[in-house]
């Protein structure tokens, strides 16, 4: 026997539940939501990871971003290297994952960032308002060029060498292996090469160029 395709329909029809409908609907609005605000949270702790903050200065920083643009839990593990996040909000939930490759110290970004949220620490904003924040924050370049940065590193270095009795031979090679290191250092990072590589090279390089000075030290301490 045949089924009437009009008696089939009328039966979709009245098992339809719009009460049903409804609620998947805010559940998938909630998750994307939910979505976003976890995607800037964990956005400014790479920031933050990226610029050189520990672990427990991300981790207490995503927290307050998070409880201010409506998450209700927000769990975060921190590495080296990588940013473990689970947040949780309207009856849902959502990990994420992200890898810090490029790495190095700006103390202006984050003092940035941490000047911004305790702007917000203890209040309601829109996670779109933290989005535009961090993208202000992110568009400020570093404060100090190449060389006044350089200067600064071979000047510190050479002055440390000074507090362990070297003369000014040794800090002279200290100064000059210093300011060609952080010089590449700057130079390699810019171009979001390997970290890792970075300092390897950046050693090997800076030792095989301050060779002539300590020969010249050597020289001038055999006369």
């Known amino acids: ?15 339809f539940d719009p009460d049903d409908a409804s609620l998947t609907v ?9 979505a976003y605000q976890s995607r800037v949270v964990l956005r400014l702790g790479q920031m933050l990871l990226a610029a050189g903050a520990g672990s427990y200065r991300v981790k207490a920083s995503m927290r307050t971003c998070a409880e201010a643009v409506g998450i ?18 309207n009856g849902t939930f959502r990990t994420e994952l992200a890898e810090q490759r490029l790495l190095g110290v700006n103390a202006d970004r984050i ?24 993208d202000e924050i992110e568009r400020v370049k570093p404060l100090y060029g190449w060389l006044a940065n350089a200067l600064a590193s071979g000047l510190a270095c050479a002055a440390f060498a000074f507090l362990n009795a070297g003369g ?34 950046c050693g090997g390089i800076a030792a095989s160029a301050v060779h002539p000075v300590r020969l010249l030290g050597a020289k001038v301490h055999g006369d």
């Open 1 to 15: 026997m045949s089924e009437n395709p009009q008696n089939s329909n009328a039966f979709e029809l009245s098992s």
């Open 26 to 34: 805010h559940r998938m609005a909630a998750h994307d939501r939910l």
């Open 72 to 89: 209700e839990k927000h769990h975060a593990q921190v590495t080296f290297t990588e940013v473990v996040a689970t947040a949780y909000a």
């Open 111 to 134: 003092d940035r960032i941490t000047n911004y949220l305790a702007t917000i620490e203890g209040t309601q904003v829109l996670v779109e308002d933290v989005d535009k924040a961090l």
């Open 168 to 201: 000014w031979v040794e800090c002279s090679v200290v100064a000059i292996a210093a300011f060609i290191g952080q010089f590449l250092r700057r130079q390699m990072l810019k171009r979001h090469m390997n970290h890792f590589g970075v300092w390897m090279v």
